[in-house]
T-cell receptor, first 115, second 112 residues
């Protein structure tokens, strides 16, 4: 089945610890995105990547880092510099290029909590 | 930066009634999309309307777009309990990178 897989579903972070959220897609999409969602709120863009080995900061990149070494994978690291990491994290992908409508396909999300 | 403002923030109706949600945005767009999110899950794309379109239908969904007012509405007809979810509008801007800007969402509850 084609889709986006996020893991783990739940993640707990200790004080001062970096944690990495996994996002894998087999849709052959060029573009991938990470969003943060706080309770009762909309989605805020953390980072996005339109092509392998390239990525751009979104609206709330501070305290986060990403890599895009493979087309299928776009892991997000929540660093210790992110002082309020408790949130629901969503990964998405879309077809890139001229004329692309940017319809995004989402994973099931990772819920991160601080111990 | 959040471009979309959705109204109302929450809506509760009886099964079988129609539900209308509104979205306003600030800058010129290429297209506007509506997504649905069930509690604790990812978003699912529902429908896309291009900037040169005024109305679009998909099953029980009807979307309108008024670019002069920078607003859109999503109508769900003959609502069902399974329609209970949060609904988000998202805009793809004309200029800048290919990314979407999401609204805050409308939380829809259908009472049986």
């Amino acid at each position: 089945d084609g889709g986006i897989t996020q893991s783990p579903k739940y993640l707990f972070r200790k004080e001062g610890q970096n944690v990495t959220l996994s996002c894998e897609q087999n849709l052959n999409h060029d573009a991938m995105y990470w969003y943060r969602q706080d309770p009762g709120q909309g989605l805020r863009l953390i980072y996005y990547s339109q092509i392998v080995n390239d990525f751009q900061k979104g609206d709330i990149a501070e305290g986060y880092s990403v890599s895009r070494e493979k087309k299928e994978s776009f892991p997000l690291t929540v660093t210790s510099a992110q002082k309020n990491p408790t949130a629901f994290y969503l990964c998405a992908s879309s077809i890139e290029g001229q004329g692309a409508r940017n319809i995004q396909y989402f994973g099931a999300g990772t819920r991160l909590s601080v111990l | 930066s959040q471009q979309g403002e959705e109204d109302p923030q929450a809506l509760s109706i009886q099964e079988g009634e129609n539900a209308t949600m509104n979205c306003s945005y600030k800058t010129s767009i290429n297209n506007l999309q509506w997504y649905r999110q069930n509690s604790g899950r990812g978003l699912v794309h529902l429908i896309l309307i291009r900037s040169n379109e005024r109305e679009k239908h998909s099953g029980r969904l009807r979307v309108t777009l008024d670019t002069s007012k920078k607003s859109s509405s999503l109508l769900i007809t003959a609502s069902r309990a399974a329609d209970t979810a949060s609904y988000f509008c998202a805009t793809r801007q004309i200029q800048g990178a290919q990314k979407l800007v999401f609204g805050q969402g409308t939380r829809l509850t259908i009472n049986p």
